[in-house]
């Protein structure tokens, strides 16, 4: 076993992909982002107009906009203007929706581009004309009110959403570590090329010796899955620790679903190493190559490839196992239930297993050199 | 006894046979050369014994025992020094020595003496931080087989092991095989020159189109042919009277003439050289240089086939 980590980790080539490519990448997202990550801090923000007369009403809904537009947590960015220049700032989406309020009661325009922020003014708009009536009569005041319609939005806010507060670019850095879980393949296959006398003299070496070839392949793999995790686990501090993103509340799931990439990454080059009749050169060429190109799919490099994909051919999406894992940390971003998540650990599970299956199929018979 | 019995070993790859009914007993301690051309079934013929090839047809018997896949008793006591350097770039030559005498050997302090041993013996003991791309064509060979024999073997299979090896590596190899045969293992050795094979093996078998063509000591199959001896005189305008006389001298059975040499091949007969040089000073023919040649496993190879070992 000793040898067997000592081969993977004096392999520079393969850990330049899983170590210093994925650091590389991240600290540029890192950097690429860096602005748009405080940028993001104001966009929390739902950026509304608000156009309205001088009613009694009006000056009631005005105060209690104010109300919600202030403070570090405030619900929205409003601006007070007129039609015409609301209109324009709707149409040049520099706002989510114009919300006129006048003597014939409150009214609201919308964008298309966002729907959960429109559906959080609607849901604030009904509830101030339902409160409205309270505030009239003096039951409460406006801050009270305020208050209540606060928790009321905020509760609505994560309702009519589903989604959990988040760093809008983290499944970029979620995509890293997938990939890091794919690239375990390079490792899987060069096990399989060193130990089956079909692939290599080397194999043929150990195939002419007293020790099961089973075992010694067990143990190349389990090295392969230490040193690909731990090097998984190495990037996921430095993004954590060093570069300061946040993976939510939700890092031990994070690490059982890199564990069963890593699986799965690894069954997939051994699936590739026994499966096909090709030079070790045009295998470790096809690996990387197949897995550069799953990642890609799966918006490592551009973030709406997956929707891309989703509209113009959904079946490659759920083909992908990179995909399958990137879908699984997104939904630790996204919905407040694991049953994604586990539905997507399901999937992972049993692609690993039918790459297992066919591997055992043909792996029985490379171990001649007849094959070779 | 009988280290390894083959019997009617047939091997074909779709309509080509690589190995053809090929039958060989190998007894223990021996030093048993497999000679051929490129191409003749050797390497095959290895890949089968060592299960390392399905065969179509026939019996493989090491050590007394039916040789299979799962053999795992028979393989302990096999080393193998393949064509190929076999060893990992990523590991030192310790580290590679260490690793393959494992696959034998749990022990760690036995397996540390087999490995200073092999060390010694392939003379890479200095060598033995060094990692493999560090190494000259001549010590990765020596590694190659320090890997193969640090189990201390008793069966040891050399696949063509000087292939591209410097003459001083060269012959350190063939010393080393030598003391190994010493020690007490039988060893199989393949390859396509004739000279090592002589020099090495205390019985051959010469292979072609897999088929064995001769089997036996050097000595058995040299007396398969013919030529017994072949003279070579450098000459110049050799008349054709003279040529006639020489084919009249005893054992002569074939002469060649050309504007600068005579080659005369001879068919048994002692102080054949002798004769000619009375027969050429007796007639005043001048000559310069006079080689006299026994026939080599080359010969043998070209009277049975038609062509040279290097074809």
Redesign the interface.
Known sequence: MK?EL???L??KQDLFWILAFPIILSTLFKIAFGNLYENTEVFTKIPIAVVSDESMDSVIFQNVVESLSQGDNAMFDTTFTDNESAEKMLFENDIDAIIYSDIDGIKMSVTKKNGGNQSIVKSFTDSFIAGKSVIESGKTDISEFVKNMNSEISYNKEVTANRKENDPYVTYFYNIIAMICIFASTLGLAVIN?ST?AF???G?????????RSS?ILKGLISALIVNYACMLVVLMYILFVLKVSFGDDIHMVLFASFIGTVMGTGFGVFIGSVLKVSRGIKEALCTGISLIMCFMSGLMLANIPMIIYEKCPVLNKLNPVAMLCDCFYSLTVFESYERFFENIIKMSVTTLIFVLLSLIFSARR????DF | MVAVKIDKLVKRYGELIAVDHLSLSIKKGEIFGLLGPNGSGKTTTINCLLSLLAYTKGDIEIFGKPMSDSSYDIKKDIGVVMQNVAVFDELTVYENIDYFCGLYIKDKEERKKCIEYALDFTGLSEFKKYYPKKLSGGLLRRLNIACGIAHKPSLIIFDEPTVAVDPQSRNKILEGIKELNKNGATIIYTSHYMEEVEQLCTRIAIMDKGKIIATGTKEEIKKMIKNTETITIETISFPKEAQADIRQLPHVYALECDDEKIVISFEGGNHNLLRVLEYMQKNNYSFGRVYSELPTLNDVFLEITGKTLRD
Not at chain 1, 367 to 370: G, Q
């Open positions: 040898y000592l081969k993977i004096r392999k060193e006398a290599s003299d080397k043929a070496r150990i195939s002419v010796s007293p020790v099961k010694v171990n001649k050199r007849a």
